[in-house]
């Protein structure tokens, strides 16, 4: 499943590509991808809305309308946003108003494209999900879908004391705490795992033992793991891919995930792999104490 770094990833990608765009027609092929409002009248709230601002919270997509609405996206496990230019390739907006019908053609959707927005300029924004996972909402408040995620591990906001605060006196292991969306919004196994290997410590420990040196180290390994998975634009493994093509980088420099059995770059002793809160785990037995 994405995670932040992923979703602000997609986020950017898709601003330059979508900003100042209307929505002229929208077709939604399986209903249960919209989870608000009903999927018999959603193409109707959003037919002539124009795509005005774009940010992520936590691993949703929100994509502001100029109607004061939002829509909100989470791609889930297989889910992904893809643009399509008419053939041969995309239109500025001035090109496609005056383009003939047959200019403005596009390629067909396969089978897995569950909802289809018809823009201005002669392209289609196309929600594509595999697994069926994924879920699209038209809201007024956003609080109403996003409300309870915990702070933005990236906001200047966000101190080693909110941490501490989070995890006293928890008994949890740390490793399924920070897979806990009120605790902190948009961290998921990857970066978990990556985190709590750069802030020397062991996934299994309850979140409530941890001391106040410890506790610095994490926030600091957490904000670090998530900044270099977006200057890599997140990491590619099955699914996810950025909407502009192409893959992200971050894989290639997991120190500790889906690395069992290989040795430490720093200790050299052989990585871990067990299962927490029904999530594989990695880390290193000798560096995370």
């Not at 939604?28 to 919270?57: E, K, M, Q, Y």
């Not at 596009?106 to 595999?130: K, M, N, S, Y």
């Not at 590619?236 to 290989?262: C, D, H, I, M, W």
Request: aromatic residues 6%; proline residues 7%.
């Amino acid at each position: 499943m994405p995670e932040l770094p992923e979703v602000e990833t997609y986020v950017r990608a898709l601003k330059p590509l979508l900003n100042g765009k209307t929505i002229l027609e929208a077709e939604v092929r399986w209903p249960r991808t919209i989870a608000a409002p009903d999927a018999s009248i959603f193409p109707d709230l959003v037919r002539g809305r124009r795509f005005a601002s774009f940010r992520r919270r936590g691993k949703y997509m929100l994509l502001g309308l100029d109607s004061g609405e939002t829509l909100i996206v989470h791609l889930r496990m297989t889910g992904e946003l893809r643009i399509h230019g008419p053939a041969p390739g995309p239109l500025d907006h001035d090109s496609a108003l005056g383009a003939s019908t047959a200019d403005l053609q596009v390629p067909p959707a396969d089978h897995h494209t569950h909802v289809i927005f018809q823009l201005d300029t002669g392209e289609e924004l196309r929600f594509r999900d595999i697994r069926k996972f994924g879920r699209i909402w038209l809201v007024t408040d956003e609080e109403s879908v996003v409300g309870k995620l915990g702070p933005e591990p990236l906001d200047a906001e966000f101190l080693p004391q909110h941490l501490e605060r989070a995890l006293a006196r928890r008994t949890a292991s740390i490793k399924s705490l920070l897979l806990n969306q009120s605790i902190v919004a948009g961290v998921g196994n990857i970066y978990a795992d990556e985190a709590l290997f750069r802030a020397r410590i062991d996934p299994r420990r309850a979140g409530g033992q941890l001391n106040a040196e410890e506790i610095v180290r994490l926030h600091q390994g957490l904000q670090d793991v998530l900044q270099a998975g977006i200057e890599a634009q997140g990491s590619s493994l099955q699914n996810y891919a950025p909407p502009t093509g192409g893959k992200g980088g971050f894989q290639e420099k997991f120190q500790v995930f889906r690395r069992g059995g290989e040795p430490c770059f720093h200790c050299n002793a052989p990585i871990s792999r067990i299962v927490l809160a029904q999530r594989s785990t990695h880390f290193c037995p000798d560096c995370q104490k």
